[in-house]
């Protein structure tokens, strides 16, 4: 490996590791409520979905029964 390359690496790395300083990590508490927002929004979706689509099923069997 010739002495560019090496220096080429070791200058990456050093941008890579003052980048990292920079990041501001989010508090134990912080992810616990944005994840809890995540898994009640979900659910409540998931469940909104599920009524629609129940609701349609039941409309166009019922549509379906008309033609009959």
Same mark, same amino acid.
């Given at each position: 490996? @010739?002495e560019q390359?090496?220096?080429? &690496?070791?200058?990456?790395?050093?941008? +890579? &590791?003052?980048?990292?300083? &920079? %990041?501001i990590?989010? @508090?134990k508490?912080?992810v +616990? &409520?944005?994840?809890?927002?995540? +898994? *009640? *929004?979900s659910?409540? !979706?998931?469940?909104?979905?599920?009524? !629609?689509d129940? *609701?349609?099923k039941?409309g *166009?069997?019922f549509? %379906?029964?008309?033609?009959?």
């Amino acid at each position: 490996m @010739s002495e560019q390359t090496q220096t080429k &690496k070791t200058g990456f790395f050093t941008r +890579v &590791k003052s980048e990292f300083k &920079k %990041i501001i990590w989010p @508090s134990k508490d912080d992810v +616990v &409520k944005q994840t809890t927002a995540v +898994v *009640v *929004v979900s659910v409540i !979706l998931g469940l909104i979905i599920a009524l !629609l689509d129940l *609701v349609f099923k039941y409309g *166009v069997n019922f549509l %379906i029964g008309l033609g009959a």
